[in-house]
């Protein structure tokens, strides 16, 4: 099994909380909204502690909507993401190297669609997402689309290997007026995929959450971005790839960039 992560939901004390606060959001639906789709846009990332999650959520209601497709507003994401025998991506992220590309297969379990994904973030700080829908099985995806990949700046997609899995829960929230859309990943699961691997090599983050904040260009008096000034938190750069393999690869990487965030984890872990 490609995905074989635990798919516990959320904490149980917390479960019936969250269902009842995103409940209360105005919803839209995928096709609700005309400003904000932002697959070229600027990012800013957040490490919360879970505690604080009903709170952020409760203070962001006046100013978002919750995304809601038949009546599902907390989603299952499966990543799994491609990479060199060499781990090239990982490696250019990890040495600050500009104009880089990240290449993922992501499944929507809910929906049951499945789309491969390339993701370049340029010089300017630009994150750029451009993806196809293809089959549910990682593996036919990528043989399927070497075209695409070529298209969108992966030279030799035959040389890509799977590498990494990662799953978590996903709340959806939106402001079309403001052009942004701001995303929380719960749950996160990583798993490595690498031929080394074993079996216990996964990593469960079940203690914090990241919020993402995407902007057609930077704006710090967005609501959120305000909250989270309010409460003495500032954004922090998160791959969820690289962060995966650091935490599940540790002994054949290096991963001294992100020591930081890792002891962070670890602790609360």
Known sequence: MLYDLDKTALLPDINDQLHHVVERFAHHDLSGLANSSLMNRVDSKFL?????????????????????????SIFQYDNI???????????????????????????????????LEVKFKNNKGRTIKN???????????????YSFLQD???????QLILSQACSYRRISLASDARKERLTLDLNIN?????????????FNLSNFYIAELK????????????????????????????MGQSLTNNKHIKSNRFKANLMKLKMGA
């Open 48 to 72: 919360l502690p879970l505690g604080s999650l009903l709170g952020v959520l409760k203070a962001c209601k006046p100013f978002y909507s919750i995304l809601n497709i038949d009546g599902v």
């Open 190 to 202: 990583f798993s490595s995929r690498l031929k080394h691997a074993k079996s216990d090599d996964n």
């Open 152 to 158: 969108y700046g992966i030279p030799n997609p035959d």
């Open 215 to 242: 902007q057609e260009k930077l704006d710090r008096q967005s609501p959120f971005y305000r909250l989270m000034r309010d409460m003495g938190i500032r954004p922090k750069g998160f791959s969820k790839y690289c």
């Open 131 to 145: 993806r196809c829908l293809v089959d549910s099985d990682p593996k036919i995806a990528l043989a399927d689309n």
């Open 81 to 115: 993401y491609f990479d060199t025998n060499k781990l090239h991506f990982y490696n250019n992220h990890h040495n600050r190297k500009l104009n880089r590309h990240k290449v993922r297969h992501r499944h929507y379990a809910d929906v049951g669609n499945s789309f």
